[in-house]
């Protein structure tokens, strides 16, 4: 073992310890927030109550907007930890500690394993990655499997023989497969700038030798293909829906002209936390220094023009498409965290107690944040509202809420047993009208009590419902939400 990699032990031993800290702690506090998180925790919880792991369901109803690789990570975690916030996010905890490994051998890779660790401690103590895996989505696993397959492209790249480079690329297909399997074309992305950079150098690597690209498409496309060939209107709605009005229909998240500078910004400068001084300050002293510090970074560094190209084409991409939420561009922080290990290492020359220090206090202060977001009151954290609702439960009532066509994680807490109740019970989506519910319980075919949850400033409607019924009614809640409970009028 040479000296510098021995010197390297301690610290990669060290990172690898706080690595699990950040992955792991306080993943279970926070509830389930609406309406993105409720939507994929109740479809991973609907496939392990029904079995069916081949087509995803929402509220029992096929959901094909993501494949299933995301349900199928967060249903195992279910099935090893039970119905638990724990057991729905273990899998986002698992793929951001294998990224962060990733990200340590990706650096490791391109400029020796001081540069590695680094990378991997800005990555793991970096606000946006770390809040981010905290988040019920596809995203972080997505970010894993995209970053691997860059990881595999590198070493091929880097490889002197001929067997290992197919190897290796093999193995990047696959992971552009299981990629594509987890959310679809916006895996292939970073395809975009490896392309460009595999074709414009002098020494290229075979992309399409051996059996990698039959072994993608097995893998990433074997479902799509399963599912379209048993409901043939899937091949429309994937290809418009999900693709084409995802990058030019209005009627999608933040299509505003100026969405990239609102949504993807904040959250790419903003969310490196205390390394982006570290980054600022470099620009500072390049900028007095004159372009000979910034010039010696770029000129000749193959490997930062390969970030930059990582960075800027798929950021561009999203930025012209019109559907834009910040999880989207969590695949490019990788990029953003090794260019700032290498200027660190290269130029900033931070001892390890200082670079450890800024690393263990952010990951501190950000669990400590992560567990502070779970017990603050928030209107759409659904496990608040759900025990709010158990305070007037006595027996087992039926579970409801009025003109909700949604809250998905109000019914992930109830097992599925919730109905929804509107004003007239017309709509397609509801399951029965109030004034129908409560000549029900009133006729005395349901001898049981009815929860029923209201938005607050729905309540007064249901309020007059209930006056013109001779029900007993109880409630609790906030100022965003109240619970009703309903039961037969004692004479």
């Excluded at 690209?213 to 990433?220: A, I, K, N, T």
């Excluded at 490019?332 to 700032?340: D, E, V």
């Excluded at 097992?415 to 017309?426: E, I, L, N, P, S």
């Amino acid at each position: 073992m040479s000296d510098a990699a021995r010197d390297t032990v301690l610290p990669l031993i060290l990172v690898v310890l706080l690595s699990i800290a950040a992955a792991f702690s306080f993943q279970g506090s926070r509830g389930l927030y609406e309406t993105t998180e409720g939507r994929y925790a109740e479809a991973a919880r609907e496939m392990v109550e029904t079995g069916n792991y081949l087509v995803p369901t929402l509220d029992y109803q096929p959901h094909w907007t993501k494949p299933p690789l995301a349900y199928w990570g967060m249903a195992a975690g279910l099935m090893l930890f039970g119905q638990s916030e724990g057991g729905i996010r273990f899998s986002n905890s698992l793929a951001f500690f294998l990224t962060i490994l990733a990200v340590m051998v990706l650096g490791s890779s391109l400029w020796g394993r001081r540069t590695g660790i680094i990378a991997g401690l800005i990555y793991l103590s970096s606000p946006f990655p770390f809040l981010g895996a905290n988040a019920v989505a596809t995203d972080t696993l997505l970010t894993f499997w995209e970053i691997s397959a860059v990881l595999c492209y590198i070493k091929s790249y880097r490889s002197m023989d001929s067997r290992r480079k197919t190897t290796w690329i093999i193995l990047m297909w696959i992971f552009f497969g299981l990629g594509f399997l987890t959310k679809g074309p916006p895996s292939l992305l970073p395809l975009i700038p490896l392309i460009v950079w595999n074709y414009t150098r002098k020494v290229k690597v075979s992309l399409f030798k051996g059996f990698g690209f039959p072994l993608f498409f097995l893998v990433g496309f074997s479902w799509f293909l399963l599912v379209t060939f048993r409901n043939p209107h899937l091949a429309t709605y994937f290809l418009k829906t999900e693709v084409v009005e995802r990058v030019s229909s209005t009627a999608v998240h933040n299509p505003e002209w100026y969405g990239p500078f609102a949504v993807f910004l904040p959250v790419l400068l903003g969310g490196q936390g205390a390394w982006l001084y570290f980054g600022a300050r470099g620009c500072w002293r390049s900028i007095r220094a004159g372009r000979s510090r910034l010039s010696s970074f770029l000129r000749g560094n193959e490997e930062v023009l390969f970030l930059l190209l990582w960075l800027i084409l798929p950021l561009f991409i999203f930025s012209i498409a019109k559907s834009r939420l910040e999880l989207y561009v969590l695949p490019l922080y990788a990029p953003i965290a090794l260019l700032l290990a290498h200027w660190i290492d290269g130029f900033e020359n931070l001892s390890w107690k200082r670079l450890f220090a800024v690393a263990t206090v952010s990951v501190l202060l950000l669990a400590g944040l992560k567990y502070g977001i779970s017990v603050f009151p928030n209107r759409n954290n659904m496990k608040h509202v759900y025990e709010m609702g158990l305070e007037l439960v006595n027996d087992s009532p039926e579970y409801f809420v009025f003109e909700e066509d949604k809250l998905y994680g109000m019914q992930y807490y109830l097992d599925g047993m919730m109905q929804r109740v509107t004003r007239t019970g017309g709509e397609s989506w509801a399951d029965v009208g109030i004034d129908d519910l409560l000549s029900s319980l009133n006729s005395n075919r349901n001898a049981t009590e009815y929860l029923i949850l209201s938005r607050t400033k729905k309540k007064s409607f249901l309020e007059k419902a209930f006056s013109s019924h001779e029900v007993d009614v109880r409630t609790t809640g906030n100022k965003y939400w109240t619970w009703f409970l309903i039961s037969q009028k004692q004479s």
